[in-house]
C-alpha cells in the first residue's frame, strides 16, 4: 500500500495538529488527568489513521481488457437506469453509478482505453452524493473517452462532504484502461454513461474495486 500525493498536505497538517494537541494534552492533563490525556491521544491517533487510510492506493491485481468496462471507481453501485444525456451525448445512455463513502479508496480509474474527446468542470451543489440531482446540479468533472467500440462518458461528482475534484487529463490525451486520471476527497460517486444496449455485468447495491471490477461488456 501506498500513500496518494493528494494526501501529503493533509496528512502533514493532520499531524502537526495531532502532535500539538498531544504534547498540550499530556503537558497540561498528565499529572492530574491522566486518562483523559491518554483518552485525547487514542481519538487522535484514529482520526489521524483515518486520514492515511483515506489517500491510501492498496496494491491490487487490475482488470485489462478491451471488450470490458471496468468499475473506475470502489464503493457500491446505486443506480443503473436508461437516461437522457443533456450534457454530451443529446441521447438516450445507460447511467451507471457508484457511491464512494469517505471509507473508500478515492483513486479514480479509466474505465476503458482511449482519447480523451471532452473534458468539462462544472461549478455546482453540495447534495449528498446518492441524491436524484447530485449528477447535474453538484460539482462535477466530465470527460469523455473515444474508444474503438464506442464513447462512454463518466463524471467524477462531489458530495456533501466532498469539496475538491482532481482531474489529471485533457482533451486529445490517450489513457489506458485503470490508469489512474482523478481523485475526489472525502466521499462521493463517479457516474458512467454507456451506450443503449451495453451488456451490465453489475447488479444494484454491489460492492465494486476501482481498476477491478467488470462493470460492463461492449455489446
Not at 491510501?56 to 443503473?80: F, M, Y
Not at 455485468?201 to 481498476?211: F, H, I, P, Q, R
Request: contains cysteine; positive net charge; glycine residues 8%.
Amino acid at each position: 500500500m501506498t500513500v496518494h500525493r493528494e494526501g501529503f498536505r493533509t496528512i502533514g497538517i493532520t499531524a502537526l495538529i495531532f502532535g500539538v494537541i498531544n504534547v498540550l494534552s499530556f503537558t497540561f492533563l498528565g499529572e492530574t488527568l491522566g486518562w483523559l490525556a491518554l483518552t485525547i491521544f487514542v481519538v487522535t491517533l484514529a482520526l489521524l489513521l483515518f486520514i492515511i487510510s483515506f489517500f491510501r492506493i492498496p496494491n491490487r491485481t487490475l482488470t485489462i481488457n478491451n471488450n470490458q468496462i471496468i468499475s473506475p471507481a470502489d464503493g457500491k453501485v446505486v443506480v443503473i437506469e436508461e437516461i437522457v444525456d443533456e450534457e454530451y451525448f443529446k441521447d438516450k445512455r445507460i447511467q451507471l453509478s457508484v457511491f464512494m463513502s469517505p471509507a473508500n479508496v478515492h483513486v479514480n480509474r479509466n474505465p476503458i482505453s482511449g482519447e480523451v474527446v471532452y473534458n468539462q468542470y462544472h461549478k455546482g451543489k453540495y447534495l449528498v452524493a446518492w441524491h436524484p440531482k447530485s449528477s447535474t446540479e453538484n460539482e462535477r468533472w466530465s470527460i469523455a473517452v473515444k474508444h474503438e467500440k464506442g464513447t462512454i462518458l463518466y463524471k467524477q461528482i462531489a458530495g456533501a462532504l466532498a469539496k475538491r475534484i482532481c482531474n489529471y487529463t485533457k482533451v486529445g490525451q490517450q489513457v489506458k484502461q485503470t490508469e489512474e486520471y482523478g481523485f475526489i476527497k472525502f466521499g462521493s460517486r463517479v457516474d458512467v454513461l454507456l451506450p443503449v444496449g451495453t451488456k451490465i455485468n453489475v447488479e444494484l447495491n454491489e460492492v465494486v474495486k476501482g481498476g477491478v471490477t467488470v462493470l460492463a461488456t461492449w455489446s
